[in-house]
């Protein structure tokens, strides 16, 4: 079992920056390939961001390509996602999870998902 809990979501005016973090505690970080989803109101989940176990490969969605960043620090059992030039389309709840594989079509569908947090807010300005 793996516990994952967001934070740093909050409101921000449009061209501004937020980093999430999410945490994981359970079984070793390490082995799992960690992605981000948001879901907009009335909207299905989307993929934004993922990681692979070892940290050296990234896959991003296209809407937020050279704008957002995805890490990880295993040592802390933690992933992050810097978000930059925000829009008022990110706005959503984002969502950390794991997945026990990576490799492209392993991340970016929610199905390849074990664990799941509960979210956090994002709302961005105009």
């Known amino acids: 079992q793996v516990q994952l809990v967001e934070s740093g979501g909050g409101l921000v005016q449009a061209g501004g920056s937020l980093r999430l973090s999410c945490a994981a505690s359970?079984?070793?970080?390490?082995?799992?390939?960690m992605g981000w989803f948001r879901q907009a109101p009335g909207k299905e989940r989307e993929f934004v961001a993922a990681?692979?176990?070892?940290?050296?490969?990234?896959y991003y969605g296209d809407s937020v390509k050279g704008r957002f960043t995805i890490s990880r620090d295993n040592a802390k059992n933690t992933v992050y996602l810097q978000m930059n030039s925000l829009k008022p389309e990110d706005t959503a709840v984002y969502y950390c999870?794991?997945?026990?594989?990576?490799?492209?079509?392993?991340?970016?569908?929610?199905?390849?998902?074990?664990?799941w947090g509960q979210g956090t807010q994002v709302t961005v300005s105009s």
């Open positions: 990681i692979s176990r070892s940290e050296i490969t990234t």
């Open positions: 359970g079984r070793t970080f390490s082995s799992y390939a």
């Open positions: 999870a794991a997945a026990p594989a990576s490799g492209y079509y392993s991340v970016v569908h929610t199905t390849k998902y074990d664990y």
